[in-house]
């Protein structure tokens, strides 16, 4: 098998392979840096490679390997970081000029967990600056393996690209509001957004202290479940993680779409179609109102901007110029959000935790769109629309922020092709602390079709 | 941002060196009014929401100490 073959397999794919010896984890590691290479120069999804030391630890977990020592289904995968994770003793940028020569002193805790279990990494992925603002122009932006005239979207953008396009069998990206679902969606990968607190947030460049979630970003909805599993350290509540349990029996909650729901009308026959699917698979539907996405925004926003604010205040006093306009402009006008409003976004939020938590013990998830539209060709900043006007941030952003507030686990897969040729995905939202078995469920869908299976052209 | 202008938007930014201030140009400060005008702008939609008897914390569950079972499938 050629290395290019090799770096399209789905992850828990080349885990069997490691384990049976049929691939070592230098081959893989070899591999995958030699897409890098090919790749990234179009792709622009890395910031950093780190060839010698991601040759050395796949020397050293091969080697393990012939000694009879296999740690899992991770042991010798290569994976990515999104540069906003802290890595000791690498280089973590956060995308932004101000951080341009950190170098942390510890590895956040997701990344230790992974590590642990014999993940290798070769590299850190460009982002949105700091997790907050538009792509920094030292970076450049990242641009979309199925196009690479369009967006991948933000604000983990380079995790996206670098696992659609055969880069990395999986990375660890942040959302905030959106931020790992929305690139995945674009970029027709799968994304978890994890129930909030499960995955350890230590050692991640904070956007806001109550949003910010590490999320598994992968090909399909059954790597992303073997990530989350060697990424925790809790219990999942629902004991129900056997991705092959089907879906008879469940009950889907189908968001009611508003007139303020701008969908595309790809988006919408695929949404249609994957619902067609889950009934088709035994699912019961169920018409659902959810609380209103616009408010749920702005009340994320106000919590997301004014956090972000403290957490950046001396920065934003001492090096203004250093930040790019996006994230400037967002973090100084987040100083004059009264105090009032920022208690207010909070009650909101407890209103609408307790609405969805309601509607959860109705039915066993939630279905909506991931993103309205798909990926849109992009302006040479990466960020705003190509011939276009208006916030990129408000096309892309409708259907996220709410589960960031309320904290439930969700889930975005692929689950179509738009006219454009560009990736379609469905939104899956569950219990708290249920994520596998909201992954059993996507998983679900995800064995009934064959969207994730679908992989762009490969780019360079 | 100087004096002028930070009267205009109707804020003061006390603990901004000189030098930042007159750093901001009239383009930025333009940017930045626009900013700050669609999040104020945005804020009444929060005033529309029912909030009687709702406290502000959320509480979360709490994870607990051992791993999450690997899946199959």
């Given amino acids: 098998m050629d290395g290019r073959t090799l770096c399209s397999l789905p992850l828990h794919v080349v885990a069997e392979l490691v384990r049976s010896k049929t691939v070592s984890p230098l081959e893989l590691v070899e591999a995958t840096l030699a897409e ?14 780190f060839a010698e030391q991601a040759v050395a630890r796949g020397r050293a977990l091969t080697e393990e390997l012939a000694a009879g020592s296999y740690r899992g289904p991770l042991h010798g995968i290569p994976v990515s970081l999104k540069d906003n994770i802290e890595t000791a003793g690498v280089l973590t940028t956060g995308g932004s000029a101000v951080l341009a020569g950190s170098v942390p002193d510890r590895d956040a805790g997701s990344w230790a967990n992974l590590a642990r279990s014999g993940a290798v990494l070769v590299g850190k992925n460009n982002l949105w600056e700091l997790a907050f ?25 380079g995790s996206a690209s670098a696992v659609a396009a055969g880069l990395s069998f999986a990375s660890l990206g942040t959302d905030t509001g959106g931020s790992a679902r929305v690139p995945a969606s674009l970029c027709g990968i799968v994304a978890l957004k994890p129930t909030f607190g499960l995955v350890p947030g230590s050692g991640v460049i904070p956007v806001s202290y109550s949003m910010d979630h590490v999320c598994p970003m992968s090909r399909n909805v059954r790597d992303a479940s073997l990530v989350l599993s060697a990424m925790t ?7 129900e993680g056997d991705l092959t349990r089907g879906l008879a029996g469940i009950t889907v909650g189908v968001m ?43 009340a994320a926003r106000v919590v997301m901007d004014a956090e972000a604010s403290d957490f950046h205040r001396e920065l934003l006093r001492t090096q203004p110029d250093a930040i790019g306009v996006v994230a400037r402009n967002r973090l100084q006008a987040a100083e004059f959000i009264p105090a009032t409003y920022y208690v207010r976004a909070q009650r909101v939020r407890r209103a609408m935790t307790d609405e969805v938590e309601k509607l959860l013990t109705t039915v066993d998830v939630i279905a909506l769109p991931a993103v309205g539209v798909t990926a849109f060709q992009a302006a040479s900043d990466g960020f705003g629309v190509k011939g276009g006007e208006g916030s990129p941030l408000k096309r892309i952003g409708r259907f996220s922020p709410l589960f960031n507030l309320t904290g439930h686990p969700a889930v975005v897969l692929p689950c179509g092709i738009g006219s454009d040729g560009m990736p379609v995905s469905l939104q899956l939202v569950g219990r ?3 994520d596998q078995r909201l992954l059993a469920i996507a998983r679900g869908y995800e064995r009934a079709t064959d969207w994730s299976s679908r992989v762009p052209v490969p780019a360079g | 941002m100087d004096q002028r202008m930070a009267a205009e938007l109707g804020v003061k930014l006390e603990g901004y060196s000189d030098a930042t201030r007159l750093r901001h140009s009239r383009r930025r400060l333009l940017e930045l009014q626009q900013q700050l005008g669609d999040l104020l702008s945005s804020l009444a939609q929060l005033d529309r929401v029912p909030l009687d008897g709702v406290p502000m914390a959320v509480e979360y569950p709490r994870p607990t100490t051992s791993r999450l079972p690997p899946v199959t499938g």
């Fill in chain 1, 432 to 434: 708290f602390m249920e």
């Fill in chain 1, 233 to 239: 350290s809790a219990p999942d509540q629902s004991a």
């Fill in chain 1, 36 to 49: 890098i290479e090919r790749a990234n120069p179009v792709l622009n999804c890395f910031i950093s490679v």
């Fill in chain 1, 133 to 157: 603002g538009g792509p920094h122009p030292d970076y450049g932006p990242t641009w979309n393996p199925w196009d690479t005239s369009r967006t991948c979207g933000g604000t983990s953008s």
């Fill in chain 1, 256 to 298: 009611k779409l508003s007139g303020e729901d701008v969908v595309s009308e790809d988006v919408l026959s695929a949404f249609r179609g994957a619902m067609e699917v889950l009934g088709s698979e035994g699912a019961s539907l169920r018409e659902i109102e959810l609380p209103d996405l616009s408010t749920a925004g702005t």
